[in-house]
């Protein structure tokens, strides 16, 4: 089926910009939906944003016009573009797609902090 992997967390200060990769170990031309999830320590996971392959978006609220989901269906490759990051931001963010079956991503850590 698959398998993905996220790369370009790390440290940012408040304020700052970041862009999340999720690279895809197939071809992603045929997956139904990709997507960023993210989870906070003691929280539960919650979708950041998703894009299927007609290109619709959706947005957490928390989110909206500061992210940007998008594809690159040539380099099997997800990304999500990050401005104006806040500490509530942190968390271990997550890719995910819909094959249909579902694709998780192993994480990686977002750490918004001065």
């Known amino acids: 089926q698959g398998q993905l992997m996220e790369s370009g967390g790390g440290l940012v200060q408040p304020g700052g910009s970041l862009r999340l990769s999720c690279s895809a170990s197939?071809?992603?031309?045929?997956?139904?939906?990709m997507a960023w999830y993210r989870q906070a320590p003691g929280k539960q996971r919650e979708m950041v944003a998703r894009?299927?392959?007609?290109?619709?978006?959706q947005y957490a609220d928390s989110v909206k016009g500061r992210f940007t989901i998008s594809r690159d269906d040539a380099k099997n490759t997800m990304y999500l573009q990050m401005s104006s990051l806040k500490p509530e931001d942190t968390a271990v963010y997550y890719c995910?797609?819909?094959?249909?079956?579902?694709?998780w991503g192993q994480g990686t850590q977002v750490t918004v902090s001065s």
């Open positions: 894009l299927t392959r007609l290109r619709v978006t």
């Open positions: 197939r071809s992603i031309s045929s997956f139904n939906v």
């Open positions: 995910y797609a819909e094959v249909p079956v579902s694709l």
